[in-house]
């Protein structure tokens, strides 16, 4: 649940109603998903460079890669989807979920700058 310019702000450092516990969750999320994507596009832009500078036998770098961040968001949310149910039709199930996919998501960023040594 995106948060609007309308709501209040939010105190992520401590929050009072599940609500907020969940919307806290939310925007940690949607910020792990911007610097995944900034980092994709920086991993992505390398991988597509090698292939040009790779020569003979690495013109597939871009494509395994597409493939490899097409399966890896699939499993993401699959595998928080699946975690949530752990609080299955509890008012925590979308707090669950989002902290779910936040820490993937982070873990993912990690593994996409490691992959080339790039920041």
Not at 27 to 56: H, I, M, P, S, W
Not at 95 to 103: F, G, I, K, N, S
Request: charged share 30%; net charge negative; aromatic share 8%.
């Amino acid at each position: 649940m995106p948060v609007t310019a309308q709501q209040p702000k939010l105190n992520c450092k401590d929050p009072g109603p599940q609500m907020e516990f969940t919307l806290c969750a939310q925007q940690d999320y949607e910020r792990a998903d911007k610097a995944l994507n900034a980092q994709y596009a920086l991993t992505r832009k390398e991988a597509k460079k090698r292939d040009v500078e790779g020569g003979e036998g690495y013109n597939e770098s871009e494509k395994t890669l597409i493939a490899a961040q097409r399966a890896w968001v699939a499993y993401r949310d699959a595998h928080c989807e699946a975690y949530s149910y752990q609080v299955n039709g509890g008012s925590m199930q979308p707090q669950v979920m989002a902290d779910c996919e936040a820490d993937l998501t982070r873990k993912r960023t990690e593994e996409l700058k490691k992959m080339y040594d790039i920041n």
